[in-house]
């Protein structure tokens, strides 16, 4: 029988000395599909993203991830089932060059993520798959350069990369176009659109152009419970979508059309 959720939550609740954060949230995220996590700020999507990915224990709740319960499971024993984060801020080694940064990905599976003292040869094997990765992204000309000198868009395209080389079946992309401008938006976009093919994606992002390109389906929160859910329609016209969140940046968008 095939598993319809490729995650799901049952009743999740964190509560911190007497505040409830995320309030007995019901999350099914299907296969294959493109799943935003929307909501003003406060509303509890990063700590639903910290509670998904062990950062943080539930007080109450169940998480499922095809079906089987990982809610008692660590965050390295779900990455190697494939349900793998990136971070809000990139999260990637300044001082070595995008190649290196995605090589170090790499040897993550075989346990030797941090034997620096290896010598270089013994990597040489990673460099193909290294190489296609950062074509995959559109980053092949950056291969020999410093991540700290690459532009900030182009960094948020190595972390992709680098979520890459873990072989995910699930993403969980936090902000993946905060900060950026407009060209580096539509990169990123259209790079998410590529590496979804074949894979889920549940993501947090505030930019409601973004949400409307990209996802399937919607899931609002609001002072830590879900609010709404549904595709990008059905939700921006939810009256209590619009007052909660979207209103003020859907007139304005709707002022600036």
């Not at 409830?20 to 999507?45: C, M, R, S, Y």
């Not at 973004?210 to 859910?229: F, N, P, Q």
């Amino acid at each position: 029988m095939t598993q319809e959720f490729a995650l799901e939550t049952r009743g999740l609740t964190k509560e911190f000395r007497g505040f409830t954060a995320v309030d007995d949230v019901n999350l099914q995220v299907q296969e294959g599909h493109i799943h935003a996590l929307i909501g003003p700020n406060g509303a509890g999507k990063t700590t639903v993203f910290n509670l998904l990915t062990k950062f943080l224990p539930p007080t109450r709740g169940e998480i499922l991830y095809r079906g089987k319960a990982i809610t008692g499971m660590k965050a390295n024993e779900i990455a190697r089932m494939g349900l793998v984060r990136s971070f809000q801020i990139s999260a990637v080694f300044g001082h070595m060059t995008a190649l290196e940064n995605v090589r170090v990905a790499l040897q993550r599976p075989m346990g030797t993520s941090f034997h620096f003292w290896k010598s270089e040869r013994s990597l040489e094997p990673l460099n193909e798959r290294a190489v296609a990765l950062l074509d995959e992204v559109g980053l092949s000309d950056y291969a020999d350069v410093l991540t700290v000198e690459m532009p900030y868009g182009r960094k948020r395209a190595l972390e992709v990369a680098t979520t890459l080389a873990m072989e995910p079946t699930l993403m969980l992309l936090d902000e993946p176009t905060q900060g950026m401008g407009a060209e580096d938006v539509d990169r990123i976009v259209e790079l998410i659109r590529r590496v979804a093919k074949g894979r889920t994606v549940l993501m947090v992002e505030h930019n409601l152009s973004v949400v409307s390109r990209l996802c399937d389906r919607i899931t609002v929160l609001a002072r830590g419970s879900v609010l709404a859910e549904g595709d990008y329609e059905s939700v921006s016209s939810d009256p209590r979508v619009k007052e909660a969140y979207m209103g003020s940046e859907v007139a304005e968008e709707e002022a600036g059309a």
